[in-house]
């Protein structure tokens, strides 16, 4: 039997997508070859690329026999943009998959019953649903670019004629509408000036706009840059676009650690957001969900499953601006916020004074430090929520809470794979998986939010 080799090329049957959307499917040698664009039941053609000990990767050149759930792609970039890698993929199909993937990943990582997983609550509408886009800033032809990169590589993926005609389609329009507008702003500035590596937007659910320009010391990221007129003349220029109420800058650290710090260039600093009531102040080096129709889902499915009666302690690890703490503590005795972030715990102390709440405080630092200190000298919740980065949370956590007898813990995750891998581990701390509510916040991609909800039913044995 003949060996792959780079260039060849191949039919395959394609029997799965993976956690990234990129088809699956076997060489006749029984290697696995991954296919991006490529949909579960179809019979295509591919070119093999990159070639590994265990796996393939192809390129699809022909589609032989479509799926039923293959359609029409809507923007004309999706093909090379690296955003939007299941928009070929019917919504209703793309939503049972994602369903799917946390059910194989709780059975195969976490070890527990996939039946305990909900089917996903999808959106009624989905598109430009996010409130945060980060576009890339090159200047080619003696144009200035704002695009994306295509996937897995830094070639940039711009509208047509090198603008913004082709707007992204899963930012919120108002964004689409200020980059097209920095974009110019950009295009007038000297041509010996320096530009920012990154423009970031987000916006809040009340319209304001905040713009981020983001670089390496000396560009046009910070108070490091060369021409500190030119900074001073784009952030005057960007802060008279309609909707935008503060230009801040960041710039980036030299050298292997990374990091920078952020100065505000006009304006106030930050945006205010509206949810469900309660009001958000975000400054740009904050964590805030990048969905607000969805994260009022994801935050009342919390508020759900920490079933509180008011006379709790609930502690939220990993709180951000206090989103979570803020929704739950209206019904609870008091909430501890932890979060790494300082600029982040300011901007909960200040949510919870901005909302009149007075049964939070917040603690900056290390979440495995901090909550671990504090359960040590006695803290014990009854409650914990956890809404930790892609990479899950560290062992000390998780051993924290335990430690700390908390009968409920409320999980909240945009990875299934590493989710599974602490419920695993909260299993053998005594905890029980009750249930697994997956919610689509990232349509048109491979991402996929959840909350668990875990109670303490003892150790084995004991």
Known sequence: MKHLRPGQEIKLQITDINRYGDGIGRAEDGMVVFVPGAVTGERVTARIGELRKRYARGTLLEIVIPSEHRVATVCGLAERCGGCNLQHIAYDEQLRWKTALVRQNMARIGGVDEGVVRDI????????????VRFKVQRQAGKVILGFFAAESHRLVAGIDGGLATPCLLAHRELSRVAGAVQALLEESPAGAALPE??????????EIMVVLMGKPGSAAGAGMQNTDVLAWLSGEIS??????????????????TGGRYQTLAGRGYIEDELDGLHFRI???SFYQVNPSQTAVLYKQVLNYCDLRGHEEVADAYCGVGAIALYVARYAKAVQGYEVVPGAVRDAEDN????????????AGAVERVLTEHVNKGYCPEVVVLDPPRSGCRPEVLDALAQSGAGRVVYVSCDPATLARDVGYLHRLGYRLQEVQPVDMFPQTGHVECVVLMTYCGLKGK
């Open 240 to 257: 008279a676009i309609p909707g935008v109420v503060t230009v801040v800058g960041y710039a980036r650290t030299g050298g292997k650690k």
């Open 198 to 207: 990154e423009v970031m937007l987000r916006r809040g659910s009340t319209g």
């Open 352 to 363: 919870a004074v901005l909302n009149g709440i007075k049964n939070t405080r917040f603690f």
């Open 283 to 285: 400054s740009a080096a």
């Open 121 to 132: 609550i999808g959106m009624p509408d989905p598109w430009h649903y996010r409130n945060n």
